[in-house]
């Protein structure tokens, strides 16, 4: 979670178009619980239906030459192929878009999830205690998204080509299978019990991709960490390697423009460990 943008005009913008959308859906937004993303991108509250069923309002802002693709796209495609995901994925109720001054705005409606986040940062910085049905509804949860079929792509071959020899320093690894992955795997999208948020990047990747990124984010905490190589087993395995230096190249990026600098050396360190395979 991020706070209000710092521009009065896009905060503005944003709690306007909100209501606005609110008003589309027919929904109450509900006080308290707002949830900005960067740089007031989107903005998300709680709310409620005509009917008084508990509901998530999320509205997203891009340039309307921008606004399609696959992230714009995604709630909505993760909705037509998954619908709930066996309870594990707020269904989406509804979707009202609207144009103003060149700026597009989509408006996701969606179930309302009550239990909060297992970290407000993607990173993980404390222990958690998790008791094994959370691990199991984990991996067979992403067992079955990864036999899903989709043509959406959430990591592309050029990108790997270029990114993993720039910050791994590794020729990139021949991607020996793929499948669909929900892209964005860490600690600010997942709840106890078990429910997965955030849908906007999901698509093809290279096999392990889900554990890979949960590793990545766990690695402040060698005890989570391990966890998740116990439960995630194609980690560390051939066929994983290109998984695993996807998510490390992605991350060194951020850091490299100074994001996630408090996981600088433990993905040195993993980017040594996948050099050394």
């Known amino acids: 979670m991020y706070s209000p943008p710092p521009d009065p005009d896009t905060e503005r913008r944003m709690r306007a178009h909100h209501a606005r959308a609110a008003q589309a859906l027919d929904v109450r937004a509900q006080p308290g619980g707002e949830f900005w993303g960067w740089a007031g991108r989107t903005l998300g509250a709680p709310a409620r239906t005509a009917a008084g069923v508990p509901a998530w309002l999320r509205l997203v802002s891009a340039p309307e030459d921008k606004a399609s693709g696959k992230l714009w796209d995604g709630a909505l495609d993760a909705q037509h192929a998954l619908g709930d995901l066996d309870g594990r994925r707020p269904a989406l109720l509804g979707v009202h878009d609207a144009f103003d001054d060149g700026t597009a705005y989509r408006a996701e409606l969606s179930a309302r999830v009550d239990e909060p986040v297992l970290s407000d940062d993607p990173i993980l910085r404390r222990d958690l205690d998790l008791p094994d049905s959370w691990w199991e509804a984990l991996a067979g949860t992403l067992e079955k998204l990864s036999a899903t079929s989709t043509d959406r792509v959430a990591v592309r071959e050029q990108y790997m080509s270029r990114a993993i020899p ?112």
């Open 166 to 277: 720039e910050f791994v320093g590794i020729p990139a690894p021949a991607v020996t299978s793929v499948a669909t992955a929900h892209a964005d795997l860490h600690w600010a999208n997942v709840t106890s019990p078990l429910r997965v948020l955030d849908w906007e990047g999901w698509g093809q990747a290279p096999q392990g991709f889900d554990a890979a990124t949960l590793y990545a984010y766990s690695l402040l905490q060698p005890n989570m960490a391990a966890r998740v190589r116990a439960v995630f087993p194609v980690l560390g395995s051939p066929a994983c390697l290109a998984a695993e230096a996807t998510v490390c190249a992605q991350l060194l990026q951020t850091v490299a423009r100074g994001d996630n600098l408090v996981l600088e050396a433990q993905l040195r360190n993993w980017a040594g460990e996948l050099r050394h395979r």
